[in-house]
């Protein structure tokens, strides 16, 4: 780590400043790892740097725990892409399709722990590591490795974003993960927490449930819904999350639309994951997709088309790729 630590000074150079860019609508896994890096920079180089992001956070309760953490981050503006400001991209890599790193752009620093992107190779430092659960525990491990004891907000933010990512550790958490959850524990603001994790939410959180219960449509062990529009693009991610503890389920594809955009969240009680790879094969090329093993999502633009229309698409799409016989007839939830 130490190693790892010099190499990532070394990359920032002379820069006065650094942009952080999270991936799109950040979840609490980037906020807390955007705001550890950007502790990092300023308590061992002085370095002052900016947490921009693109979309919005909708989720209430990583609504919470930005309120909680003081708003370190703000929305993408125009001008932050045309400063010379190295850029350091956390937990997203150039390539993703879920940031806002232009396209011929190439980013200084990646941080991430999702598959390897080759657009990562042209960064000056780059450290991926997709056996780790969450990127909050690699930022922990730069924290420990240069020295800096945690004031109890950052430990709360990586802790949660620990948490989340890995089901608290019931999802493909590596030992690296469990050695970061519990150096946090003890240094978390433990009433904050539990009121980040209990944030009330608005009512259309409970409307949209309805639809997405009563939308659901069982193939044996794999659930499909489809939402309508939605207040925001988590919204589907949290459905899907729901839609998995029902009784018999392996599969959950949950499908809404946020503005102009067809979103997917899958998800998945499989021991040998693939919610990438649905994912994946339903979207195509006509969007962006990405994840891991248990849960993934993606995101298609429309360009005039009918969204019911597509949602069915993709819902076959779903079908076939784990093939469900195309004689079984869907058995509605409600």
């Known amino acids: 780590m130490q190693e790892r630590l010099d190499r990532l000074f070394e990359a920032v150079g002379g820069a006065t400043s650094v ?11 980037a906020i807390a790892s955007a705001l550890a890096l950007r502790h990092l920079l300023a308590e061992r180089l002085g370095v002052k740097s900016h947490i921009a992001y693109k979309g919005i956070i909708g989720r209430a309760e990583n609504k919470a725990l930005v309120r909680y953490i003081g708003y370190p981050l703000r929305p993408l503006a125009g001008s932050d892409l045309r400063q010379s400001a190295p850029i350091a991209l956390v937990d997203t890599q150039p390539g993703a399709g879920n940031n806002a790193l ?74 690296a993960d469990v050695a970061a959850y519990f150096y946090l524990q003890s240094r978390i603001d433990i009433e904050a927490l539990g009121e980040i994790e209990q944030a009330q939410v608005p009512a259309e959180y409970f409307q949209k449930l309805d639809t997405a219960l009563h939308a659901v449509w069982i193939y044996d062990g794999t659930v499909i819904s489809y939402m309508g529009p939605m207040g925001h693009p988590d919204l589907a991610a949290e459905m899907a999350d729901i839609l998995l503890r029902l009784e018999g389920t392996q599969w959950v594809v949950c499908i809404g639309i946020y503005e102009d955009n067809l979103i997917l969240a899958a998800r998945t009680r499989s021991r ?24 993934a999502g993606g995101r ?21 790729y784990l093939k469900v016989p195309p004689e079984m007839v869907g058995k509605p939830l409600i």
């Open 102 to 175: 232009p396209p011929k752009s190439t980013a200084t620093i990646v941080i991430d722990h999702h598959p390897w992107l080759e657009g990562t190779a042209a960064a000056d430092f780059a450290d991926v590591r997709s056996d780790v659960g969450a990127t909050s525990t690699i930022l922990t491990e730069y924290l420990q490795a240069a020295g800096i004891e945690l004031v109890s907000s950052l430990a709360t933010a990586l802790f949660y974003g620990i948490k989340t990512d890995t089901m608290g550790l019931s999802r493909a958490a590596s030992p």
């Open 300 to 320: 298609v633009l429309l360009q005039g088309e009918d969204p019911e229309q597509v949602a069915l698409q993709f819902g076959q799409r779903a079908l076939r």
């Open 272 to 295: 040998w994951g693939g919610a990438e790879g649905l994912v994946r094969a339903i979207v195509g090329n006509q969007g962006t997709a990405g994840g891991h093993g248990t849960m």
């Open 19 to 29: 942009l952080i860019l999270p991936h799109n609508d950040p979840d609490p896994d």
